[in-house]
């Protein structure tokens, strides 16, 4: 996978951060690097691409991003293997998606040779900091706002693409275990026609509320469902859904309010290699209580770049409970496996979706 020819100008901190003593409990973006990279947008063109220090932003206070929600980020992961080797995990499908995510928001998207060398510099300059512990990872947080400070609803002519890294452990606190969900009747993430099938940052402020609620409760997120019937599966807060029956593996199929996950994507490629039955449909709540009923809910697991693989132990829907996950051999830790064997370099990269960094 080649990257651009773009020219990057680098400011060193002169006041490097101290990073995380080998075996600290990482979380899930408590910690940052020391450095940045960014390019600006304006007449036309791309430019100024730099690395300079972690520091604030400074915007005009009329940016489009304070004021029309121009904001949209992408997640992915950068590993280092057994040979001290870093790589980047699936970086073209994140540029992609970005792409995709710039055209509904009326956005200028970067091109994707920018997106993948951005990551890529970065990364190389912090790669002291890519965490040797397994389970955990470097996370790449590349993000673009439209900054043309005016007031009159349009697209800006100018943006800001920045990409932030920090070390990473597990993104649930429960470290890999099963998590508890809640399944959202009254609040809605997304709605036909929205913004639901892109990164957009207004998606995670419509989430916010009934996600800490629940998270008063016990739970661990919230399960949404669709803006019209409020019984057909749509995705968890963090991460796409897959239920195991017991003569089918199911994920709801992408219907224009569900972001495509890069796991996801992953979880059903390796599915159908191994010859499993995995249908992408419509599924609904009504449907899971009488598989449920009848013996044959077997197993439900969420998938993202932060959750990698989660197996849900209990899901709560309305008075009724869902206790899942009770023990034996799970497809969820098999598929966590393969996939997290392949990101650190025990079995060979038979997909392409690595991307190395040169030393």
Known sequence: ??????????TKTSNPLSKPPPNTALGFGKYFTDHIAASDYSDGKWHTHRIVPYSNLSMDPAACVYHYGQALFEGLKAFRQKNDKIVIFRPQFNASRMAHGCQRLSMQAPPEDLFIQT???LVSVERDWVPTERGSALYIRPTLVGTEGFLGVRPSNEYLFFTLLSPVGSYYSNNHRSVRIWVETEHVRAAPGGLGAVKAAANYASSLYAASEQKKRGYDQVLWLDAVTKDQIEEVGTMNVFFVFKNEIVTPALNGSILPGGVRECVLHLLREWKLPVSERKITMSEL??????GEFLEMFGTGTAAVITPVGELQHKDFTYKLNTGGETLSTRLYEEITKIQYGDIPDRHQWLMALDK
């Open 1 to 10: 996978m080649s990257t651009g020819n773009y020219s990057f100008s680098m």
């Open 119 to 121: 990551l890529a510099e």
């Open 289 to 294: 209580k009488e598989q449920y009923a009848r």
